[in-house]
């Protein structure tokens, strides 16, 4: 498992798109073609025909008056087409906002993620959204809002481990452990939260903590060779030797050529 210097950029992580095409020519009149095509695309995917029908009946009855209140079918199936419309409204822009912060365009990718915002913010993805934007603009205080209001909404992986990143950078460091610790909780597969715990787990001298997150890795994904080296060299940092030793017979017996491995066991046998 690599690791970057501490201080240096923030871990890469599956929610932080990359620059990519940031300072790219303005947007021309094909760019927006196909920014209509994919909004079609997205409403043609995700409506089913009874929300096309409530779309159209709300369409005819702002062109002739209905006694709403004599009419309590009426008002649910004009209030439910609402609700939908505003769900609409927010999957669209969410799908777009994403789609522009992975080309790079963080200016269009705040404008359509504030937009979700808007329709829906019950949801967590646009503040994950807007969090990725801010941390990529070096604005690490608003970062942390934002990650943190995600949480407020829905605490799983992603967002403890936004949280933690933004800490870990900060400086905070025991705080970021402890937020790493919670992302794995939730899934113990999250590559970044596992990457970062394992730096932290080191510079705070905390091993003893990091390495039941890793077991709990590979009994999910016991064929993760890179986990299973990570985790004998912490349990060799730990003074269990034999308990390294085993895990490193686990890799090399599948895999002779793994030279993190070889290296270890090297290493141990030399002790």
Known sequence: MSKAPLGGKICPSPFFAGPGNVGKPAETASRRHNENIYMLNITINIMPAHVLHTERHQRRSRQRPHKHSENTAHNILYHGGEAMSNHLDYEINKELGECYLFMGDLDKAEDYYRKAVSSNGGHASPYLGLAAIAIQRGDLEDALTLYTKAASIKADDKSLTGI????????????????FHQALGHNPENAVA??????????????????????????????????????????????????????????????????????????????
Do not use: W
């Not at 933690?164 to 937020?179: I, P, R």
């Not at 299973?228 to 090399?252: K, P």
């Open 164 to 179: 933690g990143l933004v800490k870990m950078e900060l400086g905070a460091h025991e705080e970021a452990f402890d937020c």
């Open 194 to 271: 596992l990457n970062c715990i394992v730096r932290e787990g080191y510079n705070l001298s905390r091993l003893d903590a990091v390495v039941p997150c890793l077991h709990s890795c590979l009994e999910i994904a016991p064929d993760k060779e890179a986990v299973r080296v990570t985790l004998a060299g912490c349990l060799m940092s730990l003074g269990r030797n034999d308990e390294a030793r085993g895990h490193l017979e686990t890799v090399l017996g599948s895999n002779p050529a793994n030279t993190g491995a070889q290296e270890l066991f090297a290493n141990i046998a030399a002790a």
